[in-house]
C-alpha cells in the first residue's frame, strides 16, 4: 500500500518514465501550456478533449483555475459549486473539485444538461457558482452541443438562464484558454433570453488564445 492508502500500479517503461521525468520538471503552468500547444497547434479553435481528458492535463488544470480565480479576487470561500458549459469542461470541473479537497475546501460539481434546459449533479438552489469551460471565445464552437459564441442568444446565455432558473448565482466564468481580447476582456456580457436582462459576468482565463501559437 502506498502513504494514501491505495494500491500501486505497475510500472512504467523506461522511455516513457524519462519523458515523465522530462514533464514533471517543468512547472505546473508550464506542463499544461506544452500540452496545449501540442494539442492545439495549427488550430482555430478546439474543444480541447485531448487536454482536459488527458491525466497529465487533468492532475494540475485544477489548482490552475483554483489560483488564478483566487488572484482576480473569488477565492474557494467564494463559491460553492464549480459547473461545466461543455464536454470539454466535465474533466475540469472534477479537477477543481479534487484541488480544493486536497486544500480542505469543499466544492460540488454540475455539468450543463446538453438535452434538457437543467443542469446534472446536486442542486444548486441558492448557492454560489463559477462556470467553467475548456475555450472561450468569440468563435468558440462544440460540435456536441452548440453555440457558444457571446452575441445575444447564444448558448452561454442560455445557460446563464437556466443557473439562474435553478435558483443559483453565477459568481464568475472562467476557461482553461480564452479568445476574449487579451488581459483587457474581464467580463462577459450575457443576456437572459427569457428576461431580456443583460448582465455582465467577470471572466478569468488561464492562457489567453493567443499563446497557444
Request: aromatic residues 6%.
Amino acid at each position: 500500500m502506498t502513504d494514501s492508502g491505495f494500491r500501486p500500479t505497475g510500472v512504467s517503461g523506461s522511455h516513457a518514465d524519462a519523458t515523465a521525468t522530462s514533464f514533471a520538471s517543468l512547472e505546473p503552468r508550464d506542463q499544461l501550456l506544452e500540452l496545449l500547444r501540442e494539442r492545439a497547434a495549427g488550430k482555430p479553435f478546439s474543444e480541447l478533449s485531448a487536454v482536459t481528458f488527458d491525466h497529465r492535463g487533468s492532475t494540475v488544470v485544477g489548482h490552475l483555475l483554483l489560483d488564478a480565480l483566487e488572484d482576480a479576487g473569488y477565492s474557494v470561500d467564494d463559491f460553492d459549486a464549480v459547473g461545466a458549459l461543455t464536454a470539454a469542461a466535465v474533466p475540469l470541473v472534477m479537477s477543481v473539485v479534487q484541488a480544493a479537497a486536497s486544500r480542505g475546501e469543499d466544492i460540488d460539481g454540475f455539468v450543463m444538461d446538453f438535452v434538457y434546459p437543467s443542469i446534472k449533479g446536486p442542486s444548486i438552489k441558492g448557492r454560489r457558482v463559477v462556470l467553467l469551460d475548456a475555450w472561450l471565445s468569440e468563435k468558440s464552437y462544440v460540435q456536441t452541443s452548440s453555440l457558444v459564441t457571446l452575441r445575444n442568444g447564444n448558448e452561454l446565455s442560455l445557460d446563464f438562464s437556466v443557473v439562474e432558473h435553478e435558483g443559483a448565482n453565477v459568481v464568475a466564468v472562467a476557461s482553461m484558454v480564452g479568445g476574449l481580447g487579451g488581459d483587457d476582456a474581464k467580463h462577459i456580457e450575457v443576456i437572459n433570453p427569457v428576461t431580456d436582462e443583460r448582465h455582465e459576468l467577470p471572466f478569468v482565463q488561464l492562457f489567453d488564445e493567443a499563446e497557444l501559437r
